[in-house]
Antibody, heavy 124, light 108 residues
């Protein structure tokens, strides 16, 4: 069973860039059958999809975050990463990396594997 | 697409059934999923394709619906079913994928 683990700083200052990495274990990021993504959960428990990245580097982003977000893949390390720029307190959340098994072909679908989540606080 | 879940909280006795609802702001096809989240844990996929149980999910969980109305049913509620349940649509593509606000199921 594929496992995902997030890593990165738990505290980021306002206006700076949040950077997180997800390490894929017990499977290959290059399997061609999955998308890899990020979802965050705000303190009020609401879930927000951030974006998807395919092993080729193809990306899809939530339009509400598109101007600030960037996802990338490092196949040599079996990792994918999130960068979110110009953060504010509203970006404080638990960030999850996820696998989307592409249930309906070359488009986003449901998320069958989740990392344990990493809490990121934006504060000076 | 906005997803509205109801009720916000549901209190059910052990062994009874629970019915959770999710209403979409526009009609969807079968691109619909449900998740369960327990305190301190990541969400877990229960149902995808409106009615298909994910691997390892007990048969007491079932999904149904079409158009703008979708339902998650839990029969014979057990103590470990106490959790928050989220709906999600993946009908809308290109993005965004969206989630409902959640229903908290607690044991009465």
């Amino acid at each position: 069973q594929v496992q995902l683990e997030e890593s990165g700083p738990g505290l980021v200052k306002p206006s700076q860039t949040l950077s997180l990495t997800c390490t894929v274990s017990r499977g290959s990021i290059d399997n061609g059958a999955s998308y890899w993504g990020w979802i965050r959960q705000h303190p009020d428990k609401g879930l927000e999809w951030i974006g998807h990245v395919y092993h080729t580097g193809l990306t899809y982003y939530n339009p509400s975050l598109e101007s600030r977000v960037s996802l990338s893949v490092d196949k040599s390390k079996n990792q994918f990463s999130l960068r979110l720029s110009s953060v504010t307190a509203a970006d404080t959340a638990v960030y999850y990396c996820v696998r989307d098994p592409a249930l309906v072909g070359a488009r986003g679908s449901a998320f069958d594997i989740w990392g344990q989540g990493t809490k990121v606080t934006v504060s000076s | 697409i906005i997803l509205t879940q109801s009720p916000a909280t549901l209190s059910v006795s052990l062994g009874e059934s629970a019915t959770l609802s999710c209403r979409a702001s526009q009609s969807l096809d079968s691109g619909f999923a449900w998740y369960q989240q327990k305190p301190g844990q990541a969400p877990r996929l229960l149902i995808y394709g409106t009615s298909t149980r994910a691997t390892g999910i007990p048969a007491r969980f079932s999904g149904s619906g079409s158009g703008t109305e979708f339902t998650l049913s839990i029969s014979s509620l057990q103590s470990e079913d106490s959790a928050i349940y989220f709906c999600q649509q993946y009908n809308n593509w290109p993005p965004p994928l969206t989630f409902g606000g959640g229903t908290k199921v607690q044991i009465k």
